[in-house]
């Protein structure tokens, strides 16, 4: 399963391999220096090891091991783009619909990248100083409870040079110090300091941590206690709340609330659904544009054969009410931003949307024929090809089936480089 990308977590320790000049963007182990080597990484030295005093958590008071989180205040699940897909059915999407997009894109990213080094000593001075929250733990527990920290702090690294009082020194960013805090106190067994109840956005938090780390045994009780003060999946349109609950869904393996999840997306998309940097392994997302683009392709070409069909004479037809059925459906597709009909990938059309415009069909007109309405049967025709396409997506997207032949997640979620 995919890691939550943007969030580092490193050991200072030293390597077998000798004290080597480190490259500050790099992703390697970090081995402490008493100055940086290269004058033009001062700053970057100065935030990222000799950062000020600032709270313990005494998680553990006689633990052995000192996370330091750093960047706690990052943004969170955001979205990099002002506008989700194309739109071509503007007109036959509703205010929920577009509510639900809004969430997605409204809360904007900040600057979160590295900054540029300058040669100014002031420039270092007028920095602001990261978020950054520190905590006591026993490295025992960590090993034995996440897989990360197991294959992290395993056999094949020498004792770390760590500060004073601690044998290993760990730094991670990006991650929210409440839900570090939570995840910690639940890894420590200390059940009092954990709430009974936590909201979609903190559950989703906490998900991504215990994907990231490989604990999901120890976190289980406690994500089916959160999710039932949550209630069931009710989400029917496309938004940010619905990308949290897949995260959740596909970290704690939810099969019932992703077949719900899924099915919306499946009909609600536009194109390939966003990550928001969460950890939606590509394969789903990749099931769920696949899923999209087969049903719409299927709607399609029911249209087209229903359209061809009237080309076609029958004996009992008059000319006439032929003309005006093959009329009929080529002005209201017309109409409807549907002439002609879309091609795959279908960028910018969702299932929902074509339905709503082929619900939009004029209803008022009837046939001259005496015995049989040809155009209210023709409507029938068109609208039972919406049904059909909507009834394949109510089962949604298996997770099993989808993960079944994913790599063991531990070892996904755990990479470490040997010595």
């Given at each position: ?10 050991l ?14 790099s ?6 220096r ?12 100065f ?7 600032s ?5 553990d ?19 990099s783009?002002d ?14 619909t ?7 894109v409204?809360r ?10 300058s ?10 100083e990261p ?68 909201s ?6 906490i998900?991504i ?6 604990c999901h ?13 949550l ?9 940010r709340?619905?990308l ?5 869904a596909?970290v ?18 536009r ?10 392994p590509q ?5 769920i ?9 299927q709607?399609?070409?029911?249209l087209?054969?229903?359209?061809d ?14 003309w ?5 459906i080529?002005?209201?597709l017309?109409l ?25 069909f ?8 005496i ?7 023709l ?22 089936q ?5 790599p063991?997640?531990?070892?996904t979620?755990?990479e470490?480089?040997?010595?």
């Amino acid at each position: 399963m995919a890691c939550w990308e943007s969030s580092r977590t490193q050991l200072i320790r030293c390597s077998k391999r000798g004290n080597r000049p480190h490259n500050f963007n790099s992703t390697q182990p970090l081995f402490i220096r008493s100055q940086p080597q290269n004058p033009r990484n001062v700053r970057k030295y100065f935030f990222q090891i000799n950062m000020p005093d600032s709270a313990m958590h005494d998680i553990d008071p006689d633990g052995d091991t000192l996370l330091i989180l750093q960047h706690s205040d990052a943004p969170f699940a955001v979205c990099s783009t002002d506008e989700l897909w194309p739109n071509a059915l503007p007109q036959h999407q509703s205010t929920n619909t577009k509510e639900g997009e809004i969430s997605i894109v409204s809360r904007e990213p900040t600057d979160g990248g590295d900054d540029v080094l300058s040669d100014t000593p002031s420039l270092v001075k007028d920095e602001p100083e990261p978020k950054h929250t520190r905590y006591k733990l026993c490295s025992h527990i960590l090993r034995r409870t996440c897989s990360y920290f197991a294959r992290l702090m395993s056999s094949k690294w020498q004792e770390a040079e760590s500060e004073k009082g601690f044998q290993w020194t760990i730094k991670a960013t990006d991650w929210d110090d409440e839900a570090v805090t939570m995840l910690m106190n639940i890894l420590h067994h200390r059940t009092r300091a954990v709430p009974r109840a936590v909201s979609l956005e903190m559950l989703a938090k906490i998900a991504i941590l215990v994907d990231y780390y490989g604990c999901h045994e120890v976190v289980e009780l406690w994500v089916e206690i959160w999710m039932a003060k949550l209630g069931p999946v009710t989400s029917e349109y496309y938004s940010r709340d619905l990308l949290l609950r897949l995260t959740v869904a596909t970290v704690f393996s939810d099969n019932e609330s992703f077949n719900i999840l899924t099915k919306v997306a499946i009909r609600r998309s536009r194109g390939p659904i966003h990550t928001l940097g969460l950890p939606i392994p590509q394969q789903i997302v990749d099931a769920i544009e696949n899923k999209r683009q087969e049903v719409i392709a299927q709607l399609c070409k029911d249209l087209q054969s229903i359209w061809d069909g009237l080309n076609i004479k029958k004996q009992n037809d008059s000319i006439q009410c032929q003309w005006m059925l093959l009329g009929y459906i080529d002005q209201n597709l017309f109409l409807q931003g549907l002439k002609p009909l879309p091609n795959p990938p279908f960028s910018g059309f969702s299932l929902n949307e074509l339905g709503n415009a082929l619900h939009s069909f004029n209803s008022d007109e009837e046939c001259p024929c005496i015995r049989e309405d040809h155009i209210e049967y023709l409507r029938t025709r068109v609208l039972s090809c919406v049904y059909e396409a909507l009834a394949v997506c109510n089962d949604g997207l298996s997770l099993q089936q989808l993960l079944v032949k994913e790599p063991t997640q531990d070892i996904t979620r755990a990479e470490c480089s040997s010595p």
